[in-house]
């Protein structure tokens, strides 16, 4: 900090103490409201809230001193204060730009958001990550970030990881509050990169965010021995009291990725503490912030399904801050706190008539009175996909070694939009090469490489999606560098992928040498510059293309996200060929 700026804190401190005292006026007063104290449970009535600057300077009753012709009062007779929703965990990396996401957060009363990164790190290496950080800051909310463990078993990746010197860098930075999800498998088995990623992390005195899907007992106890501090993955009662119990805070998704907060409701009867229980999105779809909103509608859902109205507001504020070690700022309405305030109806209706974010008045009865700042992202995010020529329908032919009529080889399984599992299934070969099988519902799905290894390429098999003709690619995939497309056809393949190139990033359908439906993604393959509604309807228009080509999945977009990442069992794919998540190593797509 320098000398002129450090001079200027000391002032600011000195002038909000004074509106504390009585002996300067406050610039903003909330009146004759019932106050949640997130600290001790009760609410507070009439209790007045004084605000200087971007801080709260008092919350009691004898305020008079401070309320004067400067002072703009709000009168909150009859109704309930909250603190600014955090969400713990979500995912501001892919498909929307951070000032079209603070629209829905700002209306919704969601004043603090922490974010994985991993969707800009990968096209666009640790630049990727300052970038992101510049177009978070200055916003109308505050946006954290946990740095990406980057965790692979792809050996191909491994040289372009983010590596211990950077994460060094990162750490510095007060708006990285530790390390990202770090998938336990590869942990557990002693990955050496990743534990050092650790240990730099809590030399720091951050914290190491979990990703535990699938481990118990001994496993899930060793992947915490390492310094893992929560997790967003527990899908029933019984793997949230484990995690709870073993001293993790636990992030109740609900989101695009998962909805679990219904299923894991009933632990509201268990008679615990829930100071390390917490509310996150794990990522939301356009759609969703649309029609929903954002923490607001969650912190909702959980009064409705029977949690004390107190504890469900404490999992989406205190609880939240005080995992991230920032309540000493964030997390409660109290003094010396930044002035985070929703003023809602009644202590049940998260409802937001008033949204205040840093001392500034953002939001009233759900239309915005300050627009969020929008980034000018520079033309190196704009040109990630790397590939050396068009493709052809031969790329994605499967050669058969053999003169056989079939061949045994693995399969993708779609079992849900994104769980897997492994298949042998014999597939018909002819002139040498290995044929889908529309009639079995086996289309040809492929991994291309678009960063590194320009252009190369793993084509197999998948099952479950429904398609009898053309095809769909995206640049989205997570924890990758590729791209995914699946299809009925190797020509619709192809021209998928080429529209993608031309897009310099999207998600394309293709059908009988026709662009269905697309969306593009120019900023490292994984974000639109566009507005939320006009995503959302290309999104829509992607669906309904997929659904009228035959697929059966619900979001054919989320389940190409999910074809090649790690973080999710058990079968998936990558430019090197499948990858066996349960055996965390790369395995071979012919069986004999």
């Not at 009585?22 to 809230?49: F, H, K, P, R």
């Not at 004898?62 to 007779?77: P, Y």
């Not at 992101?132 to 800051?137: T, V």
């Not at 084509?459 to 053309?470: D, E, H, I, N, S």
Request: aromatic residues 6%; charged residues 20%.
């Amino acid at each position: 900090m320098s000398k002129l700026s450090s001079r200027s804190a000391v002032h600011n401190m000195k002038e909000v103490m004074k509106v504390s005292l009585g002996e300067a006026e406050a610039d903003l007063a909330i009146v004759n409201g019932n106050i949640v104290n997130v600290y001790t449970g009760e609410v507070l009535a009439g209790d007045i809230v004084l605000i200087k600057g971007d801080k709260i300077a008092y919350v009691g009753k004898n305020a008079d001193k401070s309320i004067g012709s400067i002072t703009q009062v709000i009168d909150a007779t009859g109704k309930t204060l909250i603190p600014g929703l955090i969400d713990g965990h979500t995912h501001l990396d892919f498909i929307y730009s951070v000032s079209e996401l603070a629209k829905y957060a700002i209306k919704g009363g969601t004043t603090t958001i922490i974010t994985e990164v991993s969707g800009f790190v990968f096209p666009l290496g640790y630049q990727g990550i300052i970038e992101f950080l510049r177009s978070a800051r200055n916003q109308l909310i505050k946006i954290f970030v946990t740095a990406p463990s980057m965790v692979t078993i792809n050996p191909a990746a491994k040289e372009h990881l983010l590596n211990v010197d950077q994460l060094r860098r990162l750490l510095r930075r007060k708006e990285v509050l530790g390390l990202g999800e770090s998938y336990w498998g590869p942990v557990v088995e002693g990955d050496p990169r990743t534990i050092n990623l650790i240990a730099e992390t809590m030399k720091a005195g951050k914290k190491v965010e979990g990703h535990s899907a699938g481990a118990r007992g001994n496993k899930l106890q060793a992947y915490i021995s390492l310094g893992i501090t929560s997790c967003h993955e527990p899908v029933t009662t019984a793997e949230v009291l484990e995690r709870l119990r073993a001293g993790l805070t636990v992030f109740v998704r609900e989101g695009v990725a998962r909805s679990d907060l219904e299923a894991i409701s009933k632990i509201k009867d268990e008679n615990i503490d829930f100071r390390r229980l917490a509310l996150a999105t794990d990522g939301l779809e356009p759609d969703q912030l649309i029609n929903n909103g954002y923490m607001e509608f969650i912190v909702q859902k959980a009064i409705n399904l029977g949690f004390e109205p107190i504890v469900a507001i404490q999992m989406a504020t205190i609880n939240v801050a005080q995992h991230f070690a920032i309540d000493d700022t964030i997390g409660g309405i109290a003094p010396g706190k930044y002035a985070d305030i929703i003023i809602i109806p009644d202590l049940k209706t998260i409802q937001p008539e008033c949204v205040i974010s840093n001392g500034l008045m953002v939001a009233k009865d759900g239309e915005l009175l300050v627009q969020p700042r929008k980034h000018a992202y520079p033309k190196s995010t704009q040109n990630s996909i790397h590939l050396p020529s068009n493709f052809t329908a031969e790329d994605f032919a499967i050669p058969v070694k053999s003169s056989r009529s079939q061949v045994k080889v693995r399969v993708i399984d779609l079992i849900t939009d994104s769980l897997t599992r492994e298949a042998i299934i014999d597939m018909p070969v002819s002139d040498g090469l290995a044929q889908l099988d529309i009639s079995q519902d086996i289309l040809k799905i492929a991994a291309i490489e678009r960063t590194y290894q320009q252009g190369k390429t793993f084509v197999g098999f998948a099952r479950g999606t429904g398609l009898k003709y053309g095809a769909i690619a995206s640049s989205m995939p997570t924890d990758c560098w590729d791209m995914v497309v699946i299809g009925a056809s190797d020509a619709d393949m192809a021209q998928a992928v080429n529209r993608i190139r031309e897009l310099h990033g999207g998600t394309v359908v293709c059908a009988d040498n026709k662009v269905l439906a697309e969306l593009a993604l120019p900023i490292g393959g994984v974000v639109s510059l566009e507005p939320m509604e006009t995503i959302a309807d290309k999104l829509r228009n992607i669906q309904q293309a997929v659904v009228n080509l035959g697929c059966v999945l619900p979001n054919i977009s989320n389940t190409l996200a999910f074809l090649a990442s790690e973080a999710v069992p058990f079968l998936r794919i990558c430019q090197q060929g499948l990858i066996d998540i349960r055996q965390n190593r790369i395995i071979d797509l012919m069986v004999d």
